[in-house]
């Protein structure tokens, strides 16, 4: 099975950028699909961006489409979300999750395998 670490996650003012990472071992992660999801205290877990294991298809939600870009690199076998323009709201625990499959998937159920989080706080 495979084992997800998130870094990069810290405390930026409105407006800034911050690029998290999630770097795979036990498996190659070419096999997977990736998603980040996020979870705000109070709040259910939501989905923020998606992509499909040859990184050729990405899906992102209203609230962060423009803002957030998901990408991957198989050969370093990490996924990275790089966050502009962030807000506020964005302030959340965020996690990546993958699970085999070609396609990207929006739902935290479709996942198997979940890193423990880096938070992400902004200030205003």
């Known amino acids: 099975q495979v084992q997800l670490v998130e870094s990069g996650g810290g405390l930026v003012q409105a407006g800034g950028s911050l690029r998290l990472s999630c770097a795979a071992s036990?498996?190659?992660?070419?096999?997977?699909?990736v998603g980040w999801f996020r979870q705000a205290p109070g709040k259910e877990r939501e989905v923020v961006a998606a992509?499909?294991?040859?990184?050729?298809?990405?899906y992102y939600p209203d609230s962060v489409k423009g803002r957030f870009t998901i990408s991957r690199d198989n050969a370093k076998n990490t996924v990275y979300l790089q966050m502009n323009g962030l807000k506020p709201e964005d302030t959340a625990v965020y996690y990546c999750?993958?699970?085999?499959?070609?396609?990207?998937?929006?739902?935290?159920?479709?996942?198997?395998?979940w890193g423990q989080g880096t938070q992400v706080t902004v200030s205003s």
């Open positions: 999750a993958a699970t085999v499959g070609s396609y990207y998937y929006r739902s935290d159920y479709q996942y198997n395998y």
């Open positions: 992509i499909s294991w040859t990184g050729g298809t990405t």
């Open positions: 036990g498996r190659t992660l070419s096999s997977y699909a």
